[in-house]
Structures are given as structure tokens and as C-alpha cells.
T-cell receptor
Framework: GQNIDQPTEMTATEGAIVQINCTYQTSGFNGLFWYQQHAGEAPTFLSYNVLDGLEEKGRFSSFLSRSKGYSYLLLKELQMKDSASYLCAPNNAGNMLTFGGGTRLMVKP | DVKVTQSSRYLVKRTGEKVFLECVQDMDHENMFWYRQDPGLGLRLIYFSYDVKMKEKGDIPEGYSVSREKKERFSLILESASTNQTSMYLC??????????????FGEGSRLTVL
């Protein structure tokens, strides 16, 4: 079976750093995705990790530990437009993504 | 620009009506998916398809069927809509198994309200 756990909501201040955690259990593993979804819009790709470690892409970084079944998304220099839901999605051995419930991030001035 | 296009952004239907949600992708992807998204429940997989005329049930197929007559088109059908099918429906596509990372490309979504 597959189980994904991430916080439901987080609040942070503009300009700050926020870390969104995700733990998962999957039958087989073929990488982990993070998607961003603004209210009323489709999810858009943010990052993909298949090996352990940190992947940095501008203000966003994503970390993976396969042995711990753990990932996090790090957002730096938060902007108001970063207010969105962030979806953790491990990819199982069959190349099927399973989505967590998402973390709704609210950025306040 | 790669694209997944869903035919309707907003639909309002009555209980018992037959509903068709259409999805077309222009990336020549083998895999196509239909999800529904509800507050607090995240994205749940309804049906998916790995090839033309092929379909597989996802986690919540009850009350739905699908059709994939052409590679680029994947349709979701609600034979007799019910109020508990009021939701946001998202179509997605990805490259075939083993080719690429499995990244999903999503359509804009179709918000269905069943009265």
C-alpha cells in the first residue's frame, strides 16, 4: 500500500524560509515529485528527486532520504505569490504517482 | 508549448444526467489519467490508461467509466451523475513506463457541480 503524510496547513511571513515535510511509504520507489497548486488551478511541476540529497533550483530546494522515506521542500525568501498548496507525490515502481493531501501554505506580509 | 486541454472549465449538471469530460494532450504521451480533487482528500485517481483502448481502474472508479479511442484523447464518463460527484476533475498525461521520470502534466481542471 501507499501512505503519504504532510502537514495540512502552514503559515509563514514574507521574506522568511519555510520547510514542508513529507513522509511516505510506497510499494517500490522511482523518485519523488513536488507540485505547486494555486487555488483553482492545475498542479505544476516544482521538483523531482530520485537520489538522496538536496536539489536546489532558485528559491526552491527539495531533499530526499530514501532510507527514511522522507522528503522536504524548502522555500526561501518567501513571496506572497508562494501562497499555494504543495503536493508531495512519490512515484512507485510502476511509474504511478500517488499524491498526499497537500500542504496549504499561507504567506503573510 | 506542451499542453493538456480539458474541454470544459465549469459545468453544472442535474442528478441523473450523463456527463462527458474530454481531455486531449499534444505530447504523444502513452499514459493518461483522470483524478478528482476534493478539499481535505487531495488528488484521487479514478481511472488511467497506458495505451489506446486500454483502461485500468484507479482508487475510486465507482460511478465512472472512461474511453480511449485515440492516443491523444481520454474521456471520463459519468453515466448517471450524482451530487457526490461534485468535484474538480483533473486530467493528466505522462510518458510511458520506463521512459522518463513519470512526471505528470496536468490540464486546467473541470469543476463539475451536480444539482
Amino acid at each position: 500500500g501507499q501512505n503519504i503524510d504532510q502537514p495540512t496547513e502552514m503559515t509563514a511571513t514574507e521574506g522568511a524560509i519555510v520547510q514542508i515535510n513529507c513522509t511516505y511509504q510506497t510499494s517500490g520507489f522511482n523518485g519523488l515529485f513536488w507540485y505547486q497548486q494555486h487555488a483553482g488551478e492545475a498542479p505544476t511541476f516544482l521538483s523531482y528527486n530520485v537520489l538522496d540529497g538536496l536539489e536546489e533550483k532558485g528559491r526552491f530546494s527539495s531533499f530526499l532520504s530514501r532510507s527514511k522515506g522522507y522528503s522536504y521542500l524548502l522555500l526561501k525568501e518567501l513571496q506572497m505569490k508562494d501562497s499555494a498548496s504543495y503536493l508531495c507525490a512519490p512515484n512507485n515502481a510502476g511509474n504511478m504517482l500517488t499524491f498526499g493531501g497537500g500542504t496549504r501554505l499561507m504567506v503573510k506580509p | 508549448d506542451v499542453k493538456v486541454t480539458q474541454s470544459s472549465r465549469y459545468l453544472v449538471k442535474r442528478t441523473g444526467e450523463k456527463v462527458f469530460l474530454e481531455c486531449v494532450q499534444d505530447m504523444d504521451h502513452e499514459n493518461m489519467f483522470w483524478y478528482r480533487q476534493d478539499p481535505g482528500l487531495g488528488l484521487r485517481l479514478i481511472y488511467f490508461s497506458y495505451d489506446v483502448k486500454m483502461k485500468e481502474k484507479g482508487d475510486i472508479p465507482e460511478g465512472y467509466s472512461v474511453s480511449r479511442e485515440k492516443k491523444e484523447r481520454f474521456s471520463l464518463i459519468l453515466e448517471s451523475a450524482s451530487t457526490n460527484q461534485t468535484s474538480m476533475y483533473l486530467c493528466a498525461s505522462s510518458d510511458r513506463q520506463g521512459a522518463g521520470t513519470g512526471e505528470l502534466f496536468f490540464g486546467e481542471g473541470s469543476r463539475l457541480t451536480v444539482l
